[in-house]
Structures are given as structure tokens and as C-alpha cells.
């Protein structure tokens, strides 16, 4: 025996006899389904809920499960804690990733770029939790000193498989953060915000209230206002002549994340890596013996550490006889200026302790300044000389740097784009004459490929090929697997040589 299942009469508490097609009340019964157990609804009081929730959307027809959880599939960016009262200051919103495809890697990289000063860098990641959504992030800035209105924060995504180049996946949109005037009213700032945002969720909390005054002419207006903890919302939805004070704490809404198109790599690189180094065993006088290779979003510039360091591109100073790891290497920041390509080309930036000279200027802290060719990058403002650079190479997909200091004849650095070939203009792009003698070099398909100039022979970097002729001078070159081969300082129990903090590398690299 079963209770009343009717539908229209949900309170009828008058059990039905196996069999009968009404109640004693004579209310009709549905249908028993033919896989009930198997569909989740084990008992009468699940049918009549299951029953009820999709006759109030749907009618009389019964939707599968399934059909709400598809509409939710579309990726979003949430962003949530947003107080544009708080003009001048520091802040940080909330940013959530809502309905990404489960084919994205664990790790999806996040790039920034914003006219407001960003805390924390321009490069961060969310993380997917064991519950297969991500975990939110944090993004910090302030507006301290800039004229007030509207400023852009471009966000990129990016979804990239090592060992899989053509399953990358990249994503983009714009946020739009208002810095009001100072003397400007609660009511000036969320009628300026909604004119950007329709899609707006209102929240008051500890006793505050929120009011919304909306006409119901001007198109659709999606409005989520919430009171918690003895606060008050007030909405109307027909605005009346006067003035309107509005209450609101912090504001969250919802962005489409626009997908963007990458091309489909079939080819794989047979040495995929994102660092690597050119060893020159007998350099030309000038020359320098290490070509550090990176191929990243964003390149960190700090201190040389041996273990767990906290740049890319590590440097120490050099002194009249031999690398100085201690001493003046220490008034260098672990994290002491990022390279990144920004709208106008790339740009470098100023995150240290110690500061840092362009040209002999010092830019100011976390301001970008376009790279120059022939632009000369002396980190540490206090003392000179500790590590000078100069920019001997602006290209379409990089840049390359050399040390002018004392360390000149020890080593070079490319600084590339991943998975970004040169195009035709490279052969007339302005560069120094000392880039022209060192070997045109690309990232793509996941690993480092070398560009004969004369011919447009394209090939692989691997430590088992031999490099014998890259550039103008002949040269005898060494491939290695990581960007400082030379600091390897131990071999373990499988026959690799390891350099601390730099992973394990085979002996034929």
C-alpha cells in the first residue's frame, strides 16, 4: 500500500490499495513509472516533491535531471566583493569559475592586465579541487592617485596540456572597475554601475538596507537583492520623480567567458620544455658561453637561489674573477621585476625591495614602461653595477637580453613567447648587432626550435641532436634540458645529475 500520489491534492493522506487507480477520496493516480528505483525516486513522498517542483516550471510534463545541470555548462568568470566606495584604496574582489568544461587542465593560468595597481603579480591560477570546481581567487589592486571613472581589467585563461599542445584552450573578458569621485554619492556610483552592469546582485548585511529604484520600460533589468542579518530590501520596480538614496554593501556579478579560437597543433615537439639552455663550448670573445632559454606568459627577473627559488630568470652578481652567489647577489629581490607582453608590445616592471633603473631612471613601483631596443635594465637602484642588462633585440615573438656588466661573457637570455613562431618581418626587424651572431630561436609545439636564416630550415632543440652551426659563426653548441646546467651539483641513485630546485636532468643533456 502507497499514500495518495495525486498530484493536485498533495495533503490527501488517504492510503490506495495495489491496484486501484484512485484514492478513497477519489483522486486519480499517476502512472506507476516502469524504473522508479533506478530514476532516484525510491519513495511517495520523493514522487510528489519531484512531481510538484516540475509541474510549477514545466506544467504537467516530468523534465529528465539532467536538463538544468546543461544550461550551466556555459563558462563564467563570478565576481563578488566589489565596494566602489572604496576609491583610492586597496581592495580585493573575489573572482569564482563557474561551468568550465571538464576537459581543461587541473591548473588553469589567469593573466592580468590593468591601468589599476595590481598586489601579487599579473599572473595567477586556479587550482581544481577533488570536488572537480575550482578554488576562487583574490585579485588585489588600488586606485591610489589615478583620475576617477572607468578602468579595464583584461583577463586571459589559459588551458594547457604539456603533453598535449593541440588540446590548449584560452579564454577572455573584460571587467570594468569604477573609481568614482571622491564627493561622489552612493546613488551616483550604482546609477553610473548599472548603466555598465544589468546583471547586478545587491547585498546588504549587519543591519543594512538596500534599495533599489528601477523603471520597468528601459528593457530587461536582472536584479538580485539580498538582506541577511536584520537588514532591508526595498524594491521598486517603478521609479518615481526624486531623488533616491541607495544602501548597498558590495556588488557580485556574473561574466561570459569568451573562448578564443587556437589553432590545432598535430605536430609534437620531441623535447617538450618550457626552459632550456645553449651551451657554447668555445665562445668568440665577447661572447657568451650560457643562452638561457624561457618560454613563458610572464618571466619573473630575481635573486639566484640553489634551492626553491622564486624567479625564472635567476641572476646573481659577478665579480672581477668568478660568479658571487652572496655579497651583492643579496641586494637583489627574489621576485625583482616581470617581463610581459603587454597591449603595446613588452614591458617590464618594478616589484623589488631595491628598486630598479631604466636608463638610469627609476620608473616607480608596479608602473610597466615599454621595453627599447639598446634600453638598459640595472637592478637595484641603491647600489650600481650588481646586474646590468641591456635590451639587444625587440622581436615579434621575444626579446633578448644581455648582461653588460661583468658577467657579459657568461650568459644571454631569450625570452620567448610559447608556442609562437616568428613571422617573415623578422628578417628586417631592427635588432643589435650582437643578436645577429646568436642563433634565431622560436617556442612551439611545446619545446624550442632553431630558424636557419638563409635557408628557413626549422629545427628541433633535443640534447641528442648536434648543433654545430647556429647563427653567422660556426659554433660547436650543447642542448640542456634546463636553464642553469652548469650549477648541477649532485648525482642520484639513477644516474641523473640534479641542480637543486631545477628537477632531474639526464646525463645526455
Known sequence: MKRCCNPDHPHCTVWVMPGDS?????????????AAGAAGLGSSFDMISTLRGERARNGAAIMPQSAPAAALQRPQLHVSGFD????????????????????CTPKVTMLVQSALFLHGGATCSFTRTLRGDFRPLFLEFSSRGLE??????????????ENAPGAART???????????????????????LSTYKNVRVTADDAGIARVNAPTGGGRLDIDVTARNASIAHLNLEAQSGKTDLGLATIAWDEDLIEIDVPVETDSHPFPA????????EPDAGAPRHIRLFALDEFVLGRFEAVQPEADVLLAHHGERSLEPGGLTRRLSGRHALIRRGRDGFEIEDVSRYGLLLDGVWPGKHKPVPLRLGMRIELSASIKGIVVLEVTALLPHGVILHRVDQGAQAECFYLLEPERRPGSQLATHPAAPRAMTLP???????????LDRASGAVTALTPSIALERLGQCARHMRFAGAPYPENWAERDQRGEHRCAGMGALPLDA
Not at 579564454?171 to 554601475?193: K, M, N, Q
Not at 634565431?440 to 632553431?450: D, I, K, R, S, V
Request: glycine share 8%; with cysteine.
Open 171 to 193: 579564454w577572455a573578458c573584460t571587467l570594468v572597475i569604477l573609481v568614482p569621485r571622491a564627493d561622489a554619492s552612493l546613488g551616483e556610483i550604482h546609477e553610473t554601475f
Open 84 to 103: 566602489p566606495r572604496a576609491a583610492g584604496g586597496r581592495q580585493a574582489i573575489k573572482l569564482e569559475l563557474r561551468g568550465m568544461p571538464m576537459d
Open 22 to 34: 484512485a484514492c478513497a477520496h477519489g483522486h486519480p493516480q499517476p502512472e506507476p513509472a516502469p
Open 148 to 161: 576617477h571613472g572607468q578602468y579595464r581589467i583584461e583577463l586571459e585563461l589559459h588551458s594547457r596540456h
Open 274 to 281: 618550457s626552459a632550456a639552455c645553449l651551451v657554447d663550448a
Open 440 to 450: 634565431l630561436l622560436f617556442h612551439q609545439h611545446g619545446g624550442f626550435w632553431h
